[in-house]
């Protein structure tokens, strides 16, 4: 007699395995801050990028199997390409990409025998906070649009409710890269000390003419974490007078 497996536990045995296959890896998170959207990865590779730019103002963030997220990555850098030169380059958006991208990894989770190990977002900074875009695509295809901040990957949700416990609207770059930075170091349930060689930082800045994404490293990351430590001890010594917990923490 043939083996028969029903339909929905293939679906769900392909979900529990991408799902773990995701938690394997490092956590990043996305953030809106007052000039644009923050991108901050958990990443020891200097060439071995997590995130990367897709077009002149949507960015692209991943986690999971690096193979595989590579290959959306190029995917998504031609199509924007080529539908920037069709048309105009305003007509490529970030709901456009993540439309594209959710086709093409749902079509992958139902027709193949091995779904992607993959998470990605893919972030448009408007010309106002209340304009900027930010789709997460899971493995199976799903669209959520987002807002504020969000964790994938690795602990998403003990990342998640450090920012939430930080993260506040309008906030400066430096004070956005101190949330960040909080939350990607309680990934593992305890806080740990990240430095700059440990972080992938990148951004989508509004006040950039044409193209919005520079990424943040060498030098003045090390100064911009420098000022971040400065801040989170200059709290935790305010602490106690504020009435809270008199052990600084």
């Known amino acids: 007699m043939p083996f028969y497996v ?3 536990q293939i679906m769900k045995d392909k979900a529990d395995y991408a799902r773990k296959g ?6 990043a998170v996305v953030l809106q801050y007052d000039g644009g959207i923050l991108f901050v990865a958990d990443n020891m590779s200097r060439t071995l990028h997590k995130i990367s730019e897709l077009y002149d103002r949507v960015a692209f963030a991943a986690v999971g199997r690096y193979n595989e997220f590579e290959n959306l990555r190029l995917a998504g850098v031609r199509f924007a390409d080529m539908h920037g030169y069709t048309y105009d380059r305003s007509d490529v958006t970030g709901q456009m990409l993540a439309n594209a991208y959710a086709q093409t990894l749902g079509a992958v989770f139902t027709e193949s025998s091995k779904p992607w ?13 209340d304009t900027d875009q930010i789709y997460r695509i899971t493995f ?8 504020d901040f969000l964790a994938m990957g690795g602990s998403a949700e003990r990342v998640t409710a450090a920012l939430r416990e ?11 890269l101190r949330v960040a930075v909080h939350g990607l170091a309680h990934e593992n349930g305890e806080r740990r000390e990240l430095q700059a060689a440990s972080l992938e930082v990148a951004v989508l800045e509004r006040s950039r003419p044409h193209r919005k994404f520079r990424r943040i490293q060498g030098d003045r990351l090390v100064r911009m974490l420098e000022e971040a430590g400065a801040a989170d001890e200059t709290a935790a010594e305010q602490t106690p007078e504020d009435g809270g917990a008199t052990d600084g923490v």
């Open 6 to 8: 029903s339909p929905e």
């Open 22 to 27: 995701i938690a394997r890896g490092r956590s």
């Open 117 to 129: 190990e993959v998470e990605i977002v893919v972030g448009e900074v408007g010309d106002s906070p």
């Open 140 to 147: 199976d295809g799903s669209v959520v649009d987002e807002h």
């Open 166 to 176: 930080r993260y506040v609207k309008n906030m400066s770059l430096t004070e956005a």
